[in-house]
């Protein structure tokens, strides 16, 4: 029975946390169990989610992206510039996939074929992507009137529902789907818990590495589209700033479901959490750098219970 | 019996370390091949070249006759080659079935081409029936490895051998860290894959164990081939004064080949 | 032993989290909401703090939000601002046009905003600037002035921000009409955290390049000044050896301004303080006193002036110029 019930809490605890923090501001901040802000803490987490369920792709493949903000922030500016240039809203679009996707496959291969750590490997694709996306502004945002076609992507509402909370569900499902009950998933898996053995087992591990890191990539271009739209604008640096966030979305997810391990479901409550509290403390009148300092207690009190697969990650080749 | 692997004169060298000189030996159908030598003699380094994990630096390797070029485990594998490692070669966190299928795992198609989705109920049901080929129990088939014990891992790792129908396993030190029970019951397991026609090379610094299920035994020594014995009337102490001498004497059935 | 840890790492982190959250809620009966762009900016926080505590005096409850020059985090913060419904939000160095979404949702809220050096909006009731324009162009003759009209000169550019790529665009004008001014090494920033050591390195580069063949420098604004200062003091250059201009203001120029080992001669002195406390003054008046907006401001900007300062008119530490 007791064991039982630790194995329970080892597993839901973080999201009883979440939940506990969720009642706290329900009780104490004025507004917040308004559906309006329900819904609102729900799009802001939008961008958050899906560059973290991203990054624990390549995590789940014991690979580290730390290129996933900057490479966004990319996309943003590819997809917008084509907008601003009067290209077509798909070509747009694709064009923005295209280059997370791009980004993600490079920082595959420099891992893979080059040996280099991916800690290493992905800093600098995000140095890179960060060079090319003011190559390609000059440092100054595409701003504009964009076809509504297009702004419909980030700013749209179904059923009083914004969209950017569907990409976020569809995402998520589809990525838990792809983990779980798929064999490209698996054998993701595999490559992380034991690269050797599933090399051994015939799993070509080296191009696992590259689809988790190429996953990565594209949910990064996805974001960036999506921030494009949202904004109807494109700032070299728009994404920049979710790279802390997403991390320590993912970090808390790995102190929940399944301990230890990046997953989906533990990535969706972890930027749940986040969400509620930047918007709880918000509400509740707090200042700015609270927000940073809990930001920072949440990753390294989530670390010290996932230490081992990150370093993993961090360190090997 | 027919002659199921020729290996002739492999080489092996890591830079400047020569693993591998010149060794040469054949396998035949339905028996229980042992390989004994030294750490070091080069035992691991040979079945990793069977068994496609590394690539010799010259020698050929021959499978019912044809020549073979094995780039990877897979291409082994497809080849009926199934190889169980000395570390095992298992993911303990995943499931008793996962691992049992891992790299082979049973799928049906979807609209996606490259996403196949996983047959888990399939996969589990012949995963239990694999390891009662093999006369073990293991209830829970989504246990994690990591749960049980060292002979329900050697167990779980045979029977992806059994997965993969391959006609030739190959067991590198699979009694090593094995407690007593846990060492008989491997062997067990190494007759139940005999009874079935699998054609076994086994690893082992146990004579006992050797004497026990070998039919033939191999020795190396700094990489090259000492000899060949057969295991009838031999004795492990016997076996253990051979390969700390070096000399096999009147027991040796075959002549060293000439070093290249 | 791991269960243990996880249960001590989320008891610190949720004991953290109420002990944050319950030392400073909301307690006043009027709420002012700041957005700030960059708190990392100091002119940004200059103009957050001087509204803050004006706001205080009034005894209003301010929470000031930062950004950290994301955009999106702009607009979240304005949304949830709007959610918390603060009786008044004002937008410091906004992005109006990159963050419609956040400024929309809060009119749709009623919530009445002013911004501070942002641009304009229809969201937004005026927007309180100086006029770059202007400061642009009194930077660029003060410089021109002093060196006669004649000479050569270095520039130390930024482009990624509107008011000084302005700044920038006014001085090329100016010498677009005085041929006998020209630039012979000209370093342009990029937008980086690390824009410090940027400028260092490109300023370095080109007065090695060009001792002693430029007689003024134009930084764009003051914060790059300040290493340029550093740069020339440190080659051995004394004050009055050449002539540079920056624009911004604040206690750090003043001070080197007076400083006689200084290089910096001039600065167009931008009134951050004076901004943010004139915003929140406005918002009481229109919000509170019920003045109408069209009677304290004429269209969609409240221009305050700038004033260059040097070292005639510098004022003494820890003060102000007289406006
Ligand atoms: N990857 C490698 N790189 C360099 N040298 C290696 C490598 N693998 C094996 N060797 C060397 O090759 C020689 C043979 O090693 P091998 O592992 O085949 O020995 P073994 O007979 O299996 O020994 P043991 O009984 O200890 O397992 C040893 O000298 C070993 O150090
Ligand atoms: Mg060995």
């Given at each position: 029975?007791?064991?039982?019930?630790?194995?329970?809490?080892?597993?839901?605890?973080?999201?009883?946390?979440?939940?506990?923090?969720?009642?706290?501001?329900?009780?104490?901040?004025?507004?917040?169990?308004?559906?309006?802000?329900?819904?609102?803490?729900?799009?802001?987490?939008?961008?958050?989610?899906?560059?973290?369920?991203?990054?624990?792709?390549?995590?789940?493949?014991?690979?580290?992206?730390?290129?996933?903000?900057?490479?966004?922030?990319?996309?943003?500016?590819?997809?917008?510039?084509?907008?601003?240039?009067?290209?077509?809203?798909?070509?747009?679009?694709?064009?923005?996939?295209?280059?997370?996707?791009?980004?993600?496959?490079?920082?595959?291969?420099?891992?893979?074929?080059?040996?280099?750590?991916?800690?290493?490997?992905?800093?600098?694709?995000?140095?890179?992507?960060?060079?090319?996306?003011?190559?390609?502004?000059?440092?100054?945002?595409?701003?504009?009137?964009?076809?509504?076609?297009?702004?419909?992507?980030?700013?749209?509402?179904?059923?009083?529902?914004?969209?950017?909370?569907?990409?976020?569900?569809?995402?998520?499902?589809?990525?838990?789907?792809?983990?779980?009950?798929?064999?490209?998933?698996?054998?993701?898996?595999?490559?992380?818990?034991?690269?050797?053995?599933?090399?051994?087992?015939?799993?070509?591990?080296?191009?696992?590495?590259?689809?988790?890191?190429?996953?990565?990539?594209?949910?990064?271009?996805?974001?960036?589209?999506?921030?494009?739209?949202?904004?109807?604008?494109?700032?070299?640096?728009?994404?920049?700033?979710?790279?802390?966030?997403?991390?320590?979305?993912?970090?808390?997810?790995?102190?929940?479901?399944?301990?230890?391990?990046?997953?989906?479901?533990?990535?969706?409550?972890?930027?749940?959490?986040?969400?509620?509290?930047?918007?709880?403390?918000?509400?509740?009148?707090?200042?700015?750098?609270?927000?940073?300092?809990?930001?920072?207690?949440?990753?390294?009190?989530?670390?010290?219970?996932?230490?081992?697969?990150?370093?993993?990650?961090?360190?090997?080749? | 019996?027919?002659?199921?692997?020729?290996?002739?004169?492999?080489?092996?060298?890591?830079?400047?370390?020569?693993?591998?000189?010149?060794?040469?030996l054949?396998?035949?159908?339905?028996e229980v091949l042992a390989i004994c030598g030294?750490?070091?003699?080069?035992?691991?380094?040979?079945?990793?070249?069977?068994?496609?994990?590394?690539?010799?630096?010259?020698?050929?390797?021959?499978?019912?006759?044809?020549?073979?070029?094995?780039?990877?485990?897979?291409?082994?594998?497809?080849?009926?080659?199934?190889?169980?490692?000395?570390?095992?070669?298992?993911?303990?966190?995943?499931?008793?079935?996962?691992?049992?299928?891992?790299?082979?795992?049973?799928?049906?198609?979807?609209?996606?081409?490259?996403?196949?989705?996983?047959?888990?109920?399939?996969?589990?049901?012949?995963?239990?029936?694999?390891?009662?080929?093999?006369?073990?129990?293991?209830?829970?088939?989504?246990?994690?490895?990591?749960?049980?014990?060292?002979?329900?891992?050697?167990?779980?790792?045979?029977?992806?051998?059994?997965?993969?129908?391959?006609?030739?396993?190959?067991?590198?030190?699979?009694?090593?860290?094995?407690?007593?029970?846990?060492?008989?019951?491997?062997?067990?397991?190494?007759?139940?894959?005999?009874?079935?026609?699998?054609?076994?090379i086994i690893i082992s610094?146990?004579m006992?164990d050797v004497v026990?299920v070998a039919t033939r035994i191999v020795i190396l020594?700094?990489?090259?081939k000492l000899g060949e014995c057969l295991t009838e009337?031999l004795?492990a102490?016997e076996l253990s004064?051979m390969i700390?001498?070096?000399?096999l004497?009147?027991r040796n059935i075959i002549?060293?080949?000439?070093?290249? | 032993?791991?269960?243990?840890?996880?249960?001590?790492?989320?008891?610190?982190?949720?004991?953290?989290?109420?002990?944050?959250?319950?030392?400073?809620?909301?307690?006043?009966?009027?709420?002012?909401?700041?957005?700030?762009?960059?708190?990392?900016?100091?002119?940004?926080?200059?103009?957050?703090?001087?509204?803050?505590?004006?706001?205080?005096?009034?005894?209003?409850?301010?929470?000031?939000?930062?950004?950290?020059?994301?955009?999106?985090?702009?607009?979240?913060?304005?949304?949830?601002?709007?959610?918390?419904?603060?009786?008044?939000?004002?937008?410091?160095?906004?992005?109006?046009?990159?963050?419609?979404?956040?400024?929309?949702?809060?009119?749709?809220?009623?919530?009445?905003?002013?911004?501070?050096?942002?641009?304009?909006?229809?969201?937004?009731?005026?927007?309180?600037?100086?006029?770059?324009?202007?400061?642009?162009?009194?930077?660029?003759?003060?410089?021109?002035?002093?060196?006669?009209?004649?000479?050569?000169?270095?520039?130390?550019?930024?482009?990624?921000?509107?008011?000084?790529?302005?700044?920038?665009?006014?001085?090329?004008?100016?010498?677009?009409?005085?041929?006998?001014?020209?630039?012979?090494?000209?370093?342009?920033?990029?937008?980086?955290?690390?824009?410090?050591?940027?400028?260092?390195?490109?300023?370095?580069?080109?007065?090695?390049?060009?001792?002693?063949?430029?007689?003024?420098?134009?930084?764009?604004?003051?914060?790059?000044?300040?290493?340029?200062?550093?740069?020339?003091?440190?080659?051995?250059?004394?004050?009055?050896?050449?002539?540079?201009?920056?624009?911004?203001?604040?206690?750090?120029?003043?001070?080197?301004?007076?400083?006689?080992?200084?290089?910096?001669?001039?600065?167009?002195?931008?009134?951050?303080?004076?901004?943010?406390?004139?915003?929140?003054?406005?918002?009481?008046?229109?919000?509170?006193?019920?003045?109408?907006?069209?009677?304290?401001?004429?269209?969609?900007?409240?221009?305050?002036?700038?004033?260059?300062?040097?070292?005639?008119?510098?004022?003494?530490?820890?003060?102000?110029?007289?406006?």
């Amino acid at each position: 029975m007791t064991e039982k019930y630790q194995n329970f809490l080892r597993r839901y605890g973080t999201a009883l946390g979440g939940l506990a923090l969720f009642i706290f501001f329900a009780i104490a901040a004025e507004n917040f169990l308004n559906p309006s802000n329900l819904l609102n803490v729900l799009k802001q987490i939008s961008f958050l989610t899906i560059l973290a369920i991203g990054f624990s792709f390549a995590l789940t493949t014991s690979e580290l992206d730390l290129s996933f903000a900057t490479v966004g922030s990319l996309a943003c500016v590819v997809a917008g510039g084509l907008i601003y240039h009067q290209f077509s809203p798909i070509l747009a679009i694709a064009a923005g996939l295209f280059a997370g996707l791009a980004a993600g496959v490079i920082n595959g291969l420099i891992v893979t074929r080059l040996k280099v750590p991916s800690l290493i490997g992905t800093l600098a694709v995000s140095s890179i992507a960060t060079g090319v996306s003011f190559w390609i502004t000059g440092g100054v945002a595409f701003v504009g009137r964009w076809a509504d076609a297009f702004l419909f992507l980030g700013r749209g509402q179904l059923v009083g529902i914004p969209v950017l909370v569907f990409w976020t569900l569809i995402i998520a499902v589809f990525s838990l789907f792809v983990l779980k009950q798929t064999r490209i998933g698996i054998h993701m898996i595999f490559t992380g818990e034991n690269d050797e053995a599933a090399r051994l087992g015939g799993i070509p591990t080296q191009k696992m590495k590259v689809l988790g890191l190429s996953i990565s990539g594209l949910t990064a271009g996805f974001t960036g589209v999506l921030l494009a739209s949202t904004l109807s604008s494109a700032d070299p640096t728009a994404a920049d700033g979710f790279m802390l966030t997403a991390i320590a979305a993912v970090l808390l997810g790995m102190t929940m479901i399944e301990p230890g391990h990046p997953n989906v479901p533990g990535s969706l409550i972890g930027a749940l959490t986040i969400g509620i509290l930047s918007n709880g403390l918000i509400l509740m009148g707090v200042e700015y750098y609270v927000q940073d300092i809990i930001l920072g207690m949440i990753i390294i009190a989530s670390v010290s219970v996932s230490a081992s697969t990150i370093t993993k990650a961090a360190f090997s080749v | 019996m027919a002659t199921l692997l020729d290996l002739k004169s492999i080489h092996k060298s890591y830079g400047a370390v020569q693993a591998l000189n010149g060794v040469s030996l054949t396998v035949r159908e339905g028996e229980v091949l042992a390989i004994c030598g030294d750490n070091g003699a080069g035992k691991s380094t040979l079945i990793k070249i069977v068994s496609g994990a590394e690539a010799a630096t010259s020698g050929q390797v021959f499978l019912r006759g044809k020549e073979v070029h094995f780039a990877s485990p897979a291409d082994a594998l497809a080849c009926g080659v199934a190889t169980i490692y000395q570390d095992l070669a298992l993911a303990p966190r995943l499931q008793v079935y996962q691992n049992i299928f891992m790299g082979a795992e049973l799928t049906r198609a979807t609209f996606i081409p490259f996403l196949r989705i996983l047959d888990k109920k399939k996969m589990s049901q012949a995963a239990a029936d694999y390891l009662g080929r093999l006369n073990i129990e293991i209830k829970d088939m989504k246990a994690p490895v990591a749960s049980l014990s060292g002979g329900q891992r050697q167990a779980v790792a045979i029977s992806r051998a059994l997965r993969w129908q391959a006609s030739l396993v190959i067991m590198d030190e699979p009694t090593a860290a094995l407690g007593v029970r846990e060492t008989a019951q491997v062997l067990d397991l190494i007759r139940q894959l005999h009874d079935q026609a699998v054609t076994i090379i086994i690893i082992s610094h146990n004579m006992e164990d050797v004497v026990a299920v070998a039919t033939r035994i191999v020795i190396l020594k700094n990489g090259l081939k000492l000899g060949e014995c057969l295991t009838e009337n031999l004795t492990a102490a016997e076996l253990s004064r051979m390969i700390a001498l070096g000399d096999l004497g009147d027991r040796n059935i075959i002549r060293q080949t000439a070093v290249e | 032993m791991k269960c243990k840890k996880i249960g001590l790492a989320r008891t610190a982190a949720l004991m953290a989290v109420f002990f944050l959250t319950t030392t400073q809620a909301f307690a006043g009966d009027f709420k002012l909401g700041i957005v700030v762009t960059a708190m990392s900016s100091e002119t940004h926080a200059r103009t957050a703090h001087a509204a803050e505590e004006t706001a205080r005096k009034l005894g209003w409850d301010v929470t000031i939000l930062d950004s950290q020059a994301n955009v999106q985090k702009i607009v979240s913060n304005l949304e949830n601002l709007a959610q918390a419904k603060v009786n008044a939000i004002l937008v410091c160095m906004g992005k109006p046009v990159e963050t419609e979404a956040g400024l929309a949702a809060v009119s749709k809220a009623g919530t009445p905003m002013i911004s501070v050096m942002s641009g304009t909006s229809p969201h937004v009731m005026f927007d309180i600037t100086v006029n770059e324009y202007e400061v642009g162009a009194e930077a660029a003759l003060y410089l021109l002035g002093q060196l006669n009209y004649q000479g050569h000169i270095l520039t130390q550019r930024y482009e990624s921000h509107v008011g000084t790529r302005i700044r920038g665009k006014i001085l090329d004008v100016v010498l677009a009409e005085n041929l006998a001014v020209k630039v012979i090494g000209s370093h342009t920033m990029a937008k980086t955290k690390s824009w410090r050591e940027d400028v260092r390195k490109g300023m370095e580069a080109l007065l090695l390049q060009n001792q002693g063949k430029f007689q003024g420098i134009w930084a764009s604004f003051d914060a790059q000044a300040f290493i340029i200062d550093d740069l020339l003091q440190a080659q051995g250059h004394k004050k009055g050896d050449i002539v540079m201009v920056s624009i911004d203001g604040g206690q750090e120029t003043f001070r080197r301004i007076r400083d006689p080992n200084s290089l910096l001669t001039a600065s167009v002195f931008i009134p951050f303080e004076a901004m943010g406390k004139k915003a929140v003054e406005l918002m009481d008046q229109i919000v509170n006193k019920g003045d109408k907006k069209e009677e304290l401001v004429t269209g969609p900007y409240l221009f305050l002036d700038a004033l260059m300062i040097d070292k005639y008119n510098a004022p003494p530490e820890g003060e102000w110029p007289k406006m």
